[in-house]
Every structure is written in C-alpha cells, then in structure tokens.
C-alpha cells in the first residue's frame, strides 16, 4: 500500500501572531530560531512550510507547547465564525464557508474579535427577552465575557488535561490505598486526622438549596441525605483537595490570568473539581480498566465507585502524552436541550450560542432512561463521530427520577469506534451515520428539518447550573 505523502505545516499567521505577542522584530526572532530574516519572512507569507527544526526551535526558545501552534484553534475559529454567519441577522450577506475559513487563518485576532462581539449582542438579546438588561449606566461591563465562558473556554485551550492535578490525584491515591466501596471512609478518616475536618449526613431541612456545605468555622462537611454514595465520595475527594492543594490551585487559577476575581473563583473550582476527580479515578489505573473493559462505562464506574456521569467526564481527560487515551468529547443536556456541561480532549463543534442538534440521539436518550444508545454522526465538515447518550438523574437520591433528569452525550472520532464495547455488532466499515449541525441554525442541510429554526435550547452558565444543581461539574446527575 502507498504511503500517505507527509502534510505540509503552513503556520504564517499563527508564527505571525506568536511573533507580535512577544513583542519581536522578525530579524530578532530570526537571530533566535538560527534562521534568516528572508526565509521567517516566506514562513510568515505561508510561501515556505514550518519545519520539524523549526518548530522545536520554538518550542525550545520560547518555552511553548507546539501544540498552540496547531490548526486547532483556527479550526474552532472557522465553526463558531460559521455559527455567527448562520443567524438570520447575516442571511442576505450569503458569507461562504471559504471566506470564514480564510479570515479565521489569516486573521485569528479579527474571528476572536467578532466571535466575543457576537457573543455580547447575544447575551444581550437573551437578557432583553428576559426582560433583564444591564443599565445604560453599566457600559461596555455589561457585555463582558461571562466567568462560566472564560472558564470554558479556559479549560478547552488546555484540551481538558491537567497534568499536575492528576500527578496529585494519584499520589494522594495512592496513599488512601482504598477499594470503591472504601473510598468514602477513608477519605473521612483523611479529612479528620490530617485536617479536623469531621464529615456528616444531614436531613434535607438542613440543606433545603443545595448537596453539600462545609462550615469554616465548625471545621465540618455536611452532605446531604439525598446525595448518593457516588455524590458523597466526590465531595469527599473535592474537601481532600481544597484541604491539600489549595496553594497549587491558587496558583494555577492567578496563573490563568482570568479577567476578574469571579472568574478566578470560578476556575479554581474547575481546577479542584479536576483534582477531585483524578482522586477518585487515578489517572493510570483509569486509564488501563478503561482499555481492559473496551471502555464499558458501567463497569468502571463501579470499579471506581463512579457515577455514569463521572466516568463520561473523567474520559475527556485522558491526554498524557506518555499514555494517551481516546480523545473524548462530553456534553450534558436537560429535555429542552439546554447544555449545562461541554468538555472535549479533542476538538468537536460544540455550539457556541445555541442548543445542540435536534438530530443528534441525545434528545432521544429521554425516551428510554437508563439506556444506553449508539449513533454515528457526520458534521458538515465531513467528520465522523461515534456517540453514545444515556440518561442520569439530576439529584441522585432515593427520589430521583431518571424520566426528569439530564443526558449524557459522549463520543470520539469513529475510527476510535472498534476500541468500544458498544460499537459491537455494528457496520464501522460502511457506517450508517446521521448528518447533525452543531445547531439548528448552523446545518445547511435542506433535509435539516429544524434548518432556519431557532435553537433548540440556550446555553446554560456553569455558575447557573451549580446554583440549582450541584456545586461541582464532576457531581452525578
């Protein structure tokens, strides 16, 4: 068989890009990558491709990861740009998709710049409609980037991989030396020798608005009576967490340079949320039942004392370059498709501004809760996926009632299909695949029956949905 021919990297606007942020001449950077002023001159025009030399020269002299140099980030311009010139506002402008593929390469700042914009006039109509709009007074602070956007945003550029809180997570594991069913007791008896902290289920009149609350002052975790074991194990790790790490994830949210203290606040509950989670699940340990159980979710879940839901959200984090896993993608939608969680290892395009595709199984998963169902999806890129979506109860209890909960959308790229125990028995060499859009209004497919709809539900803040849900993102149901 002939061997693909190498992919040439065209990196000019990007080099470009990395060139003015650090404030240098091109015969500076020249000087620094050994190189001639003429030829960084052709690699910025994309007359020259990058070479492997040259990006390790970057790599080396700049301290980056090359993988910030990669198509990624302007692939994900080109789908949100192709979200923003799919609302009707823009409908007689016609914009091609190769007129949005080429501003999102050649100018990543200016897509930045009319994606945030965007952003803000739709903030702005959703409030208008909720009858909530800022003050005149308020000025341009009404429009910022949300904390629950940044975050999001934050943690995506980062690929959903942390490495450091995972290398805690599994020492602190290790140190528990706990099965599943043990974990909880030996996380409170961490939490009481190590730091005074006593931890108590409480009746429900005690915490009539939310799962959990740690009193400073009495040095005690309350949970509720209606969290689970999975949701009580978990607050448990996220308490160990913030008890033993909580310099490292100040640190890591004032490195993040978020906007604002909210946004610092709110990132470095992700961060914990993180660590929490790579205590209960051990990276390595995950990662090897994952590949031994053909990723058959329910059975890592209780090897791991998880949650359906947890397990999904710890498998979009699975990118150690030493032992990678497959490149998840994961989003959780209510009945009238509001998204109130999206994290990916890879890219995938979620939507940005509205709801997910009414074609897509995961709105299907309502219908029969507690099973799991199988779709494989192409998006108008061409790309295919393989997805699974299964229902989880919003507050897991004795009360809980899965016909009134959330669902689980998880997939990878079908070519990870074969390594899943719920692709057996199915056709992977010639697919039956449904074509969805991110939205509604973003397929342009005429066969699309919700084409030109309005989307199907809004996307929900992260700080709205721990108010009336659960504290934390890696919570079940």
Request: proline content about 7%.
């Amino acid at each position: 068989m002939a061997q693909a021919p190498e992919r040439k990297l065209f990196l000019g606007p990007r080099l470009r890009r990395l060139r003015r942020d650090l404030g240098l001449t091109q015969t500076r950077m020249a000087e620094d990558l050994a190189v001639s002023p003429s030829y960084l001159n052709l690699l910025e025009r994309n007359q020259r491709p990058v070479t492997a030399q040259v990006l390790l020269r970057l790599a080396e002299v700049y301290d980056i990861d090359i993988r910030s140099l990669s198509s990624d980030h302007e692939a994900a311009g080109a789908r949100d740009l192709t979200e923003v010139f799919a609302d009707p506002l823009f409908r007689d402008l016609a914009v091609a998709r190769s007129e949005v593929a080429e501003v999102a390469e050649s100018a990543p700042g200016v897509s930045d710049a009319i994606v945030r914009l965007y952003r803000a006039y739709a903030d702005r109509r959703r409030l208008a409609e909720f009858g909530a709009l800022p003050r005149a007074e308020e000025g341009a602070e009404g429009l910022a980037l949300t904390p629950s956007d940044w975050v999001r945003d934050h943690i995506q550029s980062q690929r959903n991989f942390f490495p450091e809180l995972d290398e805690a997570g599994e020492a602190i594991a290790a140190e528990l030396k706990a099965e599943p069913q043990g974990f909880a007791a030996a996380g409170r008896q961490r939490l009481a020798d190590r730091h005074g902290i006593q931890v108590r289920v409480v009746p429900l009149e005690l915490l009539p608005d939310s799962v959990r609350r740690y009193d400073h002052h009495r040095r005690r975790l309350m949970l509720s009576e209606l969290l689970g074991e999975q949701g009580r194990a978990f607050s448990i790790a996220y308490q160990i967490a913030l008890a033993e790490h909580d310099v490292q994830l100040t640190a890591m949210a004032e490195r993040a340079a978020a906007p604002d203290t909210p946004t610092r606040r709110l990132l470095k509950v992700s961060l914990a949320n993180y660590l929490a989670a790579a205590i209960m699940m051990p990276y390595e340990a995950f990662r090897e039942a994952c590949e031994r159980t053909s990723h058959d979710i329910e059975l890592i879940g209780a090897k791991f004392g998880a949650s359906f839901e947890q397990v999904c959200h710890r498998l979009t984090t699975l990118s150690r370059p030493t032992s990678r896993g497959i490149p998840f993608f994961m989003l959780r939608v209510d009945s009238a498709g509001n998204i109130s969680k999206r994290f990916a290892g890879a890219s995938f395009p979620f939507s940005r501004f509205g709801g997910s595709c009414p074609r897509w199984r995961v709105h299907e998963a309502f219908r029969t809760p507690g099973r799991v169902i199988t779709q494989m999806v192409e998006t108008p890129d061409g790309a295919r996926y393989f997805t699974l979506a299964r229902t989880t109860p919003r507050v897991a209890g004795p009360y809980a009632d899965a016909d009134a909960g959330l669902a689980v959308g998880l997939g990878c790229e079908l070519k990870y299909a074969p390594r899943l125990i719920y692709s057996r028995g199915l056709d992977l060499a010639e697919p039956m695949v449904t074509e969805i859009g991110p939205a509604c209004r973003v397929c342009e497919r005429p066969a699309c029956p919700q084409r030109a709809a309005e989307p199907l539900g809004r996307t929900l803040m992260v700080d709205d949905f721990t108010k009336s849900i659960s504290p934390y993102p890696f919570a079940p149901g």
